[in-house]
C-alpha cells in the first residue's frame, strides 16, 4: 500500500505543478496541493521504510490477514456491484423499480433465502421508501421510463 | 440579555411544536442507531442531512444533535445484553455491564447507564452553555494565522489520539485535504483535479463521502460475516438501581461529568477517551479495584455519564471557535454550512437563537432519552433481535436515498460507493476514517486561513510564531509529536526487552 500513497503523491504533486502556484507573498491554487502531494509521498516512503524493516525481522506490526477465514469476499463485490448498478440505473428505471431490483438482489444474492421471501421483502422495501420519501418527505425522485 | 435571559428565549424556541417533533425524532433515531451495531452517528447523519433540507436550521441543527447525544445512551444497551458495544463510546461498559448482566442485573445495569448519561448529559450542558459564550468572545481576537493554527491542531490532535499507526491517521488527513481540493478554487476559482466533470466542478459532497466512508463501509465490513447474536435473556422488571448502587455511584456520576466534559473540549479527545479515563479513575480511586471487571455498577456508571458530558463538551469548540474537535462534529458543522451558517466567534451573536435553542432542546432531549431508555426499555431490546441480514438492504437503501436526494445527482451515488469500498478496504488495512473526514471538512477553510496569513505577512512564515496563540498550538503540536514518539520508543524497547527475557 505504502506504494500506493508514494505514487498518488507524485501523481498529486506533478498535476498541482500545471497550476498557478503564485509565490510565498501570495500562495496560489498549486500550492497546497503541492506540499500535500510532497507530504503524502513522505509518509508513503516511511510506511515502506517501516514495511522493508519489517520483512527484516521485526517483530513488531505482523501483517494482519485482509479477509478472515470464514469472511465472504463475494458478498462484499456482490453488493459493491449492486450499488454501482443501482446508481446507473435509477434515472433509467426510475426508483420503484430500481430499489426493488436491488432489494430483491441483495437479499437473495447474498444470504440463503426463499424466493418468495426475496419478493416481498424487495416489494415492501420499495414501496416502504415510495411513501415515506416521495410522498411523505417529497423528496424529488426519478420516475423513469415507467414514470414511477 | 443575561444567560438566564438567553436560556429563556432558547427554551421559547425549543418548544414549538416543529422543533419538539425534531428533537424526539433525532434523540429517537440516535438510540436506534446506537442500539444497532452496524451504523453510527457519523453515516446516520450524513444520511439525514439531505432531509433536513427543507426544515427550519435551528429544527435540523437541534435533531441532527439529538442523533449525537441520543446515541451515546443507546450504546451501552448492546454492551450490557450482547457484549458488544453499539457505538465504540460504550466499549468500556461492556466490562462491567456484561458481567452485571450476567449476575442477574441487567436491569439496574441499564438504569444506572441511564441515569449516569442523564445527569452527565444535563449538566454538561450548562457547562456547554457557561463555556461556550466567553471563548467565543475570544476567539473573536483570532487572524488567519491563529485560525489555521488552530485547526492544523485539531487535525493533528484527532489523528495523533487513537490505537492505530500516526503515520497512518497522516496519511488518511492528506487524503481528505486533497479530496476537499477539488474543484474550483476559493479564492482564485481556478479549476483543480475536477478532470473537466461538472460533479467533480463542484467540488466532492460531504455527504457521499460520509455516508460512503462510514455507512457503505461499515455494511461491507458487516456483511463479510453475517453471524447471528444471541440477546442476553433477562427480566427488565427492577430497572431502578437499589440505595447501595445509588450510594456507589453517585461519586463515579460526578467524576465522570467533570472528566467527560473537559476531555470532550480537546481536539481528538472525542467521546470514546473519556469513557477509558472515568473507568480508570475510578479504578484507580476504588477501595476495591480488583472488583472492576467483575460486574460493579461504579465500573457502567463512570463511562457511560463521560461520554454523555463528552458530547456536549465537544460542542463547546465547534459553536465557539468554528473548529470540530471530532468526526461527528465534523459533520455537523458540515450540516451547519450546508444550512449557510457559520459557526465560530460571531456564531453565538448573530444566531443567539439557534445556539440557545440547541442548548434548551439538549435538557429537553435528555428528558426524553431517559424516558425513552427506562420504561420503553424493552422495544430497543426487541429490536435488536432483527437480524442483520434483514437490515443492512435497508441500510444501503437510506444511504442511497440520502445521497441521491441532496442534489438529485446519480453521480454522487458513485461517488458514495467509491468511497464505500475504498472506505471497506482501507479499513481492513487499519487505516482510521476520522482523520480523512475530518479534514476533509477543515481543508478548505485551513487553505483560505493559510493563503490570507501568507498574504499579511507578506510571504514570512514566521507570523504563525508571531502570533502568541498560533505559536502556542503550533508549540503544543511539536510536543504531542515528541510524546508519541518517546512513548513509541518507550514501548518498543519495553518489547524487546521481554522478547529477549
Known amino acids: 500500500m505504502a506504494i500506493v500513497w508514494i505514487l498518488l503523491g507524485l501523481t498529486i504533486s506533478i498535476w498541482s505543478a500545471t497550476f498557478p502556484f503564485g509565490g510565498r507573498k501570495a500562495p496560489g491554487p498549486g500550492f497546497l496541493p503541492l506540499i500535500l502531494g510532497l507530504i503524502l509521498m513522505l509518509l508513503g516512503s516511511i510506511l515502506l521504510f517501516k514495511a522493508i524493516k519489517r520483512e527484516e525481522g521485526d517483530p513488531i506490526g505482523a501483517p494482519i490477514p485482509f479477509v478472515s477465514a470464514q469472511a465472504s469476499l463475494t458478498r462484499v463485490v456482490l453488493a ?4 454501482l448498478a443501482a446508481a446507473a440505473l435509477l434515472h433509467p428505471l426510475g426508483f420503484f423499480s430500481t430499489i426493488f431490483c436491488l432489494m430483491f438482489f441483495l437479499k437473495y444474492s447474498l444470504q440463503p433465502q426463499r424466493l418468495k421471501v426475496a419478493v416481498i421483502y ?13 410522498s411523505l418527505l417529497k423528496t424529488p425522485l426519478p420516475g423513469g421510463f415507467l414514470g414511477f | 440579555m443575561d444567560a438566564l435571559g438567553y436560556l429563556l428565549l432558547g427554551f421559547n424556541t425549543a418548544f414549538t411544536g416543529t422543533n419538539l417533533f425534531a428533537c424526539f425524532v433525532g434523540v429517537a433515531i440516535g438510540t436506534l442507531i446506537g442500539v444497532l451495531p452496524g451504523i453510527g452517528p457519523v453515516g446516520t447523519m450524513a444520511i439525514l442531512i439531505p432531509i433536513t433540507y427543507t426544515m427550519d436550521t435551528t429544527s435540523a441543527i437541534i435533531m441532527l444533535s439529538g442523533i449525537y447525544y441520543g446515541a451515546q445512551y443507546g450504546g ?13 463510546t460504550a466499549i468500556v461498559s461492556c466490562l462491567d455491564g456484561y458481567q452485571m448482566a450476567k449476575k442477574g442485573r441487567a436491569g439496574p445495569a441499564l438504569g444506572i447507564s441511564a441515569i449516569g448519561s442523564f445527569i452527565g448529559g444535563m449538566l454538561s450542558v450548562f457547562g456547554l ?53 477539488i474543484g474550483l478554487d476559493n479564492i482564485s476559482g481556478f479549476s483543480r483535479f475536477t478532470l473537466r466533470s461538472l460533479t467533480l466542478s463542484d467540488g466532492v459532497g460531504l455527504v457521499p463521502v460520509a455516508v460512503g466512508m462510514f455507512g457503505i463501509a461499515e455494511v461491507l465490513t458487516n456483511i463479510e460475516v453475517m453471524e447471528k447474536q444471541e440477546v442476553f435473556k433477562t427480566e427488565f422488571r427492577n430497572l431502578f438501581p437499589t440505595w447501595r448502587d445509588w450510594n456507589d455511584s453517585i461519586k463515579p456520576i460526578l467524576r465522570g461529568t467533570v472528566v467527560g466534559f473537559f476531555i470532550g473540549i480537546i481536539p481528538g479527545g472525542g467521546t470514546i477517551l473519556p469513557t477509558f479515563f472515568a473507568y ?3 479504578k484507580r480511586l476504588s477501595k476495591h479495584p480488583e472488583k472492576f471487571g467483575t460486574g460493579i455498577v461504579e465500573g457502567i456508571a463512570a463511562p457511560e455519564t463521560a461520554n454523555n458530558a463528552a458530547s456536549s463538551g465537544s460542542m463547546v469548540p465547534l459553536f465557539a471557535l468554528g473548529v470540530p474537535p471530532h468526526v461527528v462534529m465534523a459533520m455537523l458543522l458540515g450540516a451547519f454550512m450546508i444550512h449557510g451558517i457559520q459557526p465560530g466567534p460571531l456564531f453565538i451573536k448573530e444566531h443567539s437563537d439557534i445556539f440557545w ?35 443492512f438492504p435497508l441500510i444501503i437503501l437510506f444511504c442511497l436515498v440520502g445521497v441521491f436526494s441532496l442534489n438529485n445527482n446519480a453521480y454522487e451515488l458513485f461517488i458514495m460507493v467509491f468511497f464505500g469500498f475504498m472506505g471497506y478496504v482501507l479499513r481492513k488495512m487499519e487505516y482510521p476514517a476520522a482523520p480523512f473526514l475530518l479534514a476533509m471538512v477543515l481543508g478548505p477553510m485551513m487553505e483560505t486561513n493559510f493563503r490570507q496569513s501568507m498574504v499579511i505577512a507578506q510571504g514570512d512564515v514566521a507570523i504563525f510564531f508571531d502570533r502568541p496563540i498560533s505559536a502556542v498550538l503550533l508549540i503544543l503540536i511539536f510536543l504531542v509529536l515528541i510524546c508519541l514518539l518517546v512513548l513509541k520508543v518507550v514501548r518498543k524497547r519495553g518489547f524487546v526487552v521481554k522478547g529477549a527475557e
Open chain 2, 357 to 391: 435553542g440547541v442548548i434548551a432542546s439538549m435538557c429537553i432531549g435528555n428528558v426524553m432519552l431517559l424516558i425513552l431508555n427506562l420504561p420503553l426499555i424493552g422495544i430497543w431490546v426487541k429490536i435488536l433481535k432483527i437480524p442483520y441480514p434483514s437490515l
Open chain 2, 76 to 88: 451501552s444497551t448492546t454492551s450490557i445484553l450482547l457484549n458488544i458495544p453499539g457505538e465504540t
Open chain 1, 80 to 83: 459493491t456491484g449492486g450499488m
Open chain 1, 122 to 134: 424487495a416489494l415492501l422495501s420499495a414501496l416502504g421508501s415510495s411513501v415515506l420519501f416521495r
Open chain 2, 280 to 282: 480508570g479513575i475510578e
Open chain 2, 129 to 181: 452553555m457557561l463555556l461556550t459564550p466567553p471563548l467565543g468572545k475570544l476567539a473573536l481576537d483570532f487572524g488567519p494565522p491563529e485560525t489555521f493554527s488552530l485547526i492544523l491542531f485539531g487535525v493533528m490532535m484527532v489523528s495523533s489520539i487513537g490505537s492505530g499507526s500516526l503515520v497512518k491517521s497522516l496519511i488518511m488527513a492528506t487524503l481528505g485535504m486533497f479530496v476537499s481540493l
